[in-house]
């Protein structure tokens, strides 16, 4: 009722200006869509890496915060729980998810309990590229959080 009311208000006295404040915001998100801003996010909506993530945290939530032990383990919970993700994601196979497609090495997973600090979302790295590409790497939390990181970014984040 009082969204009712505010907004009543606001088209009884200043409708042109709320009009021109609309328009503004419409033109400024295509300014950005057309001139690459948001092609920096394009790479990593092509990547592996967040599924793969978000299955590592979906794996964790059905084992009581377990992260998998294994690779074995972890690839058998993806063929039997995960495979509509894969499909969703366009991935054709579960060895497929666990190769990167900008350096064609497989990613690194971390099994067994995560000791880095807590970075990306709140939440340790679990995976990473190998080695990335033009000396920078997407890392990714469990919660599915992604980010592309430069090597001194990297070393504080992924305990060697």
Excluded at 37 to 50: F, L, T, V
Aim: hydrophobic content about 40%.
């Amino acid at each position: 009722m009082y969204l009712r009311l505010w907004a009543h208000g606001i088209s009884k006295h200043s409708h042109g200006v709320l009009g021109v404040a609309i328009l503004s915001v419409w033109m400024v998100s295509l300014s950005l869509s057309c001139s690459g801003g948001g092609r920096a996010s394009a790479p990593m909506q092509e990547s592996n890496i967040k599924p793969l993530a978000m299955l590592y945290g979906q794996f964790m939530g059905q084992h009581q915060g377990r992260p998998p032990a294994s690779e074995e383990e972890f690839k058998k919970f993806i063929e039997t729980r995960g495979m509509g993700m894969l499909k969703q994601f366009g991935i054709p196979s579960v060895d497929a998810l666990f190769i990167s497609e900008r350096d064609k090495q497989p990613y690194v997973v971390l099994y067994g309990e995560l000791k880095g600090p807590p970075a990306l979302a709140g939440q340790p790295v679990c995976v990473y590229e190998r080695q990335g590409v033009n000396g920078r790497r997407f890392v990714a939390s469990s919660l599915g959080a992604v980010e592309e990181v430069d090597e001194a970014r990297f070393r504080k984040l992924v305990p060697q």
